[in-house]
């Protein structure tokens, strides 16, 4: 019997903010998702926590409607439209080569510290990139997604979070400040 060839649709959708946050005695950064927008400072051991910025973004798993597979991102805090913002950027360079191919780039941002050294697998960024293809003419363009390890400087990276349907136009906003 042939293989499943999976129609996913989102599921367990969570609309909400990727929450950047720094220790200052460390100057370690961190993320995490939540469903407020909070600003709290707090103390962990010698650390202490204070929040940097936020964006909204949304989290969720898919599922085929066709053999009922879920496949879980916990590991996905968001998506990030590549903005163009630096040159030298791994990610600058792909979307710059995709584009000439009629593909848009989305990054797929995963949870820092562990996305550095851990992150989110190869198969599900192809997952991803199929849930997105499937829903347009690819014959005019296609979407392909990396992963957000590929950006060496998040603090001067001016990317977007996708965060409603608006976001997934080409046309940029007026003025995009980074993201600290």
Request: net charge negative.
């Amino acid at each position: 019997m042939p293989e499943c060839q999976h129609q996913w649709k989102m599921t367990n959708i969570e609309f909400g903010f990727i929450v950047f946050e720094k220790c200052s005695h460390c100057a370690d950064l961190r993320t995490y998702f939540s469903p407020d927008d909070t600003w709290d400072e707090y103390k962990e051991g010698d650390c202490t926590w204070s929040i940097v910025e936020n964006a909204q973004t949304f989290r969720f798993d898919l599922q085929c409607t066709e053999c009922n597979h879920l496949e879980k991102f916990n590991d996905l805090m968001g998506l990030l439209f590549c903005t163009g913002c630096l040159e030298d950027c791994e990610v600058e360079l792909l979307r710059k080569k995709y584009e000439a191919e009629k593909t848009w780039l989305l990054v797929a941002f995963g949870f820092l510290p562990q996305s550095k050294t851990n992150p989110i697998p190869a198969y599900k960024l192809e997952i991803l990139s199929d849930h997105f293809n499937q829903r347009r003419d690819t014959s005019r363009s296609r979407i392909i997604i990396v992963p957000f390890n590929l950006i060496k400087d998040i603090s001067l990276c001016r990317g977007e979070f996708i965060h409603d349907v608006g976001m997934l136009s080409l046309e940029p906003p007026e003025e995009r400040k980074p993201l600290f």
